[in-house]
């Protein structure tokens, strides 16, 4: 089963959005482990390859360089996740799974 990490600024919305984001796409026959964490946090995670896919959060774009340039180093897929995406309505759920599904 894949596993996708959203990192954020403290890991508090960004779980519902896995949380829900997760739930869809299990749903939709699509399984996948979903979690999120603050972004000291998402370093280690990255550096530790332990999961398929990284999606940054918007309010932690300043850090997307740093964390792209050590996701590549593990052979890691990470991308920035748009405003569009990142909130836990239907809407940017659907979007959220899209892009999860797109990049894994």
Same mark, same amino acid.
């Given at each position: 089963?894949? $596993?996708?990490?959203?990192?954020? !600024?403290?890991?508090?919305?960004?779980?519902?959005? !896995? $949380? *829900?984001?997760?739930?869809?796409? %299990? @749903?939709? =026959?699509?399984?996948? &482990?979903?979690? !999120?964490? /603050?972004?000291?946090? /998402? =370093? *280690?995670?990255?550096? %530790?390859?332990?999961? @398929?896919?990284?999606?940054?959060?918007?309010?932690? *774009?300043?850090?997307? $360089?740093?964390?792209? @340039?050590?996701?590549?180093?593990?052979?890691? #897929?990470?991308?920035?996740?748009? #405003?569009?995406?990142?909130? #836990?309505?239907?809407?940017?759920? &659907?979007?959220? !799974?899209?892009?999860? *599904?797109? %990049?894994?």
């Amino acid at each position: 089963m894949p $596993k996708a990490l959203i990192i954020c !600024a403290g890991g508090m919305s960004s779980s519902l959005i !896995a $949380k *829900k984001t997760a739930a869809l796409l %299990n @749903d939709q =026959g699509f399984e996948i &482990e979903m979690n !999120a964490v /603050g972004v000291p946090e /998402g =370093g *280690k995670k990255i550096a %530790n390859a332990e999961y @398929d896919l990284y999606l940054i959060s918007p309010q932690t *774009k300043m850090h997307y $360089k740093q964390f792209e @340039d050590a996701a590549q180093k593990v052979g890691k #897929p990470i991308v920035q996740i748009p #405003p569009q995406a990142y909130v #836990p309505i239907p809407m940017g759920i &659907e979007k959220m !799974a899209k892009l999860v *599904k797109e %990049n894994l």
